[in-house]
């Protein structure tokens, strides 16, 4: 059965420091999301994406967030300058017309 | 603006017994309602979803969830708790699929007691 992977599970970094959360989402699927969740809290959407552009994005999503599509298969969260709040579990989606297939998702620690 | 409520942090049921876990939701268009479990460090499960037709929706694991307009409920159901089920279940809807997000509630964590 086909499935969204995202790749590290887990990644330690320091405050001020660039990450990139890569996914592979599924194949066919032509909409892609980001989610978060921080430790004990709900799942919070932060970005759908859609033919190489942004279609919606939150509050959350401010300028120190970005989102790529680099090649036919990945999807990328890149956080430019991480903050102790960045830490969280960040979750990759993909869509096809019926319902979103989450990842694995990467836990991300900032130091 | 769409919204999700889930009445109840943490429900805890006995072993057997039935297992109700409560989702209001708030959308201006007909919603699509879903259910996802999610296990101690692990991602989120689609459970069920409803989109159109019948209300009453089953899904994995013998969980059902039925869809009703007139009290915007979507309420998850199971008639007998097993050990297994022991995790945590976010409510969430939608506005339709192909790009529309998923606006989760703020999830409930069930405890299964032997």
């Known amino acids: 059965e086909p499935e969204v992977t995202q790749t590290p599970s887990h990644q330690v970094t320091q405050m001020g420091q660039e990450v990139i959360l890569r996914c592979v989402p599924i194949s066919n699927h032509l909409y892609f999301y980001w989610y978060r969740q921080i430790l004990g809290q709900k799942v919070e959407f932060l970005v759908s994406?859609?033919?190489?552009?942004?279609?919606?994005k939150s509050e959350i999503f401010d300028d120190q967030f970005s989102v790529e599509r680099p090649d036919g298969s990945n999807f990328t969260l890149k956080i430019r300058s991480t903050k102790l709040e960045d830490s969280a579990m960040y979750f990759c989606?993909?869509?096809?017309?019926?319902?979103?297939?989450f990842g694995p998702g990467t836990r991300l620690t900032v130091l | 603006a769409q919204s999700v409520t889930q009445l109840g942090s943490h429900v805890s049921v006995s072993e057997g017994a039935l297992v109700l876990l409560r989702c209001n939701y708030s959308?201006?268009?007909?919603?699509?309602l879903f259910w996802y479990v999610q296990y101690p460090n692990q991602g989120l499960q689609l459970l069920l979803k409803?989109?159109?037709?019948?209300?009453l929706v089953k899904g994995i694991n013998g969980f059902e969830a039925e869809f009703k307009k007139s009290e915007t409920s979507f309420h998850l159901t199971k008639p007998s708790a097993h050990m297994s089920d022991a995790a945590e279940y976010f409510c969430a809807v939608s506005e339709g699929t192909g790009g529309f997000k998923t606006i989760f509630g703020a999830g409930t964590r069930l405890f299964v007691k032997a």
């Open positions: 989606a993909s869509s096809d017309l019926v319902v979103e297939f």
């Open positions: 409803y989109t159109t037709g019948a209300t």
């Open positions: 959308s201006s268009v007909p919603p699509y």
């Open positions: 994406f859609y033919n190489n552009e942004i279609s919606e």
